[in-house]
């Protein structure tokens, strides 16, 4: 059973930077297309990027596209969200998942059958 463990969230004022870990238990990630996700209260939970097991291709919310970056290092079994210029907006509860397949719909929240527990995001002044 692949287990993962998000970490890295905390407070942030507008215009800084956290960077976002992932880290699988239980079963290799190797084979694993890893997306994150975010969910902000009152709101659905949404895709912001994912990327496939070899880390050769990613994608990004058009919302965070330029500011994001995701990556991967499968010696550590470790999936990172280095997140730049945050925005009030960019609040919210932050989840890793991890499917074998890389959809191409991979911001859908249905298709991915591991999840963490989250890390809370708060960008405020």
């Known amino acids: 059973q692949l287990q993962l463990v998000e970490s890295g969230g905390g407070l942030v004022q507008p215009g800084g930077s956290l960077r976002l870990s992932c880290v699988a238990s239980g079963l290799s990630l190797d084979y694993y297309a890893v997306g994150w996700f975010r969910q902000a209260p009152g709101k659905e939970r949404e895709g912001v990027s994912c990327?496939?097991?070899?880390?050769?291709?990613?994608d990004y919310a058009d919302s965070v596209k330029g500011r994001f970056t995701i990556s991967r290092d499968n010696a550590k079994n470790t999936v990172y969200l280095q997140m730049n210029s945050l925005k009030p907006e960019d609040t919210a509860v932050y989840y890793c998942?991890?499917?074998?397949?890389?959809?191409?719909?991979?911001?859908?929240?249905?298709?991915?059958?591991?999840w963490g527990q989250g890390t809370q995001v708060t960008v405020s002044s």
């Open positions: 998942a991890a499917d074998p397949i890389y959809y191409s719909d991979w911001e859908r929240p249905t298709l991915y059958n591991y």
């Open positions: 990327i496939n097991s070899s880390g050769g291709s990613t």
